[in-house]
């Protein structure tokens, strides 16, 4: 829940590897988790991203030959505000932090860096991308928008991707498939669809829901959660493949 307790922390998230073994496997990628701290409604909790983006990159790392960094915990998170609890950095912040990790890595050899967003609020991360050609460091931005997209199609999904934008169908599945003891009562009935959110840089997320949820989580399952993220997997060899050849 969005609260305090052991239920903030759940296990088996941050990478377990030692010097020893990165040395043996010597990666020639990284992936580095960005999530945020941010509202999710009543039922999820505000670590919710960071959760999605770390369990995403388990799965990832436990299939591809990467370097699998702890996360990015707190992020631009600006347009949630209005609820008590968000923390946000700034662009800039965001910016020189992915920098800054990306000119370690090149020391100790490693020279792609794949960046694993689960906020959509971070949109700096397609300029640090972008920015990155003639850096020493490759860089890629995971997933885009056509990897969610056949994720979704894979799980069945229901709710478009502009209508499920935030504690919906996709991030509730996700939490219920690999950490449903994160998910609160509350979400069968948490419904509230906003299509229509055109200033919502200008004016954040509070006039468009009250509850802070836009997507219909009622039609989230944990075997939906399943396949999105065997969907993901599948998809990131694309990404791997991009940056080694």
Known sequence: MSGSGTHDRPSGLL???TTEEVRERRPAVAILPVGS???HGAFLPL???TVIACTIAREIAAAYPVLHLPPVTVSCSHEHADWPGTVSIS???LHAVVGDIAASLRRSGIGSLILLNAHGGNYV????VQESAGSGTRMALFPGPADWDAARNRAGVQTSSHSDMHAGELETSIL???HPELVGTGYETADCLADDRR???SLGMAPYTESGVIGRPSLASAEKGKELLAGLVDSFDEYLTLLTA
């Open 91 to 93: 662009a800039a912040t």
């Open 37 to 39: 701290f941010e509202q």
């Open 176 to 178: 219920l498939h690999a």
């Open 47 to 49: 670590a919710t991203d």
């Open 125 to 128: 991360l397609r300029n640090v």
């Open 199 to 201: 200033h919502l840089l």
């Open 15 to 17: 990478p377990r590897s």
